[in-house]
């Protein structure tokens, strides 16, 4: 590769590194959704798709430029269920229970955690032993809705 492809090619990964910390400015973390379009119409959530599951093929130089972003994570499914963990976990310490109310409407603070806890108590056997035990080592847990 020559000095100018290599110059192209940083220069196009910087691109891509600003587009994504401008999305966390904007969203607050960077779990992109796979299908998510930049203002611009840069495919970011492709991007960023193909950078986790490509981890082996990048430089050592890339990786760390990734792990070094505040808010990067190399497993967003992980990350997407802790965030959750610690939603439901925050609710039952200020409700002392884990029933999410179904009248909440888009507005509401909880409304997708509702969906979230419902997925864990239906999907109980496909979850992890791990997770299991975090659930019902949170106060007001039941696999049964109330």
């Given at each position: 590769?020559?000095?100018?492809?290599?110059?192209?090619?940083?220069?196009?990964?910087?691109?891509?590194i600003?587009r994504l910390?401008n999305?966390k400015?904007?969203?607050?973390?960077?779990?992109?959704n796979?299908?998510?379009?930049?203002?611009?119409?840069?495919?970011?959530?492709?991007?960023?798709?193909?950078q986790?599951?490509n981890?082996?093929?990048?430089?050592?130089?890339?990786?760390?430029?990734l792990?070094?972003?505040?808010?990067?994570?190399?497993?967003a499914?992980?990350?997407?269920?802790e965030?959750?963990?610690?939603?439901?976990?925050?609710?039952?310490?200020?409700?002392?229970?884990?029933?999410?109310?179904y009248?909440?409407?888009?507005?509401?603070?909880?409304?997708?955690?509702r969906?979230?806890?419902?997925k864990?108590?239906?999907?109980?056997?496909k979850?992890?032993?791990?997770r299991?035990?975090?659930l019902?080592?949170?106060?007001?847990w039941?696999?049964?809705?109330?």
């Amino acid at each position: 590769m020559s000095e100018s492809e290599i110059s192209i090619s940083d220069s196009v990964w910087s691109d891509w590194i600003r587009r994504l910390t401008n999305y966390k400015k904007k969203y607050g973390d960077m779990l992109v959704n796979a299908s998510y379009v930049t203002g611009d119409g840069y495919k970011l959530g492709n991007w960023v798709s193909y950078q986790r599951s490509n981890k082996k093929k990048l430089s050592v130089e890339k990786i760390n430029q990734l792990n070094n972003l505040d808010g990067w994570v190399w497993n967003a499914n992980e990350a997407k269920w802790e965030a959750n963990f610690f939603l439901l976990l925050n609710f039952s310490n200020e409700q002392g229970h884990c029933n999410l109310p179904y009248e909440w409407t888009i507005h509401d603070r909880f409304i997708k955690l509702r969906s979230w806890v419902t997925k864990q108590r239906t999907g109980k056997s496909k979850l992890s032993e791990i997770r299991i035990k975090k659930l019902e080592s949170i106060k007001g847990w039941t696999w049964h809705e109330r």
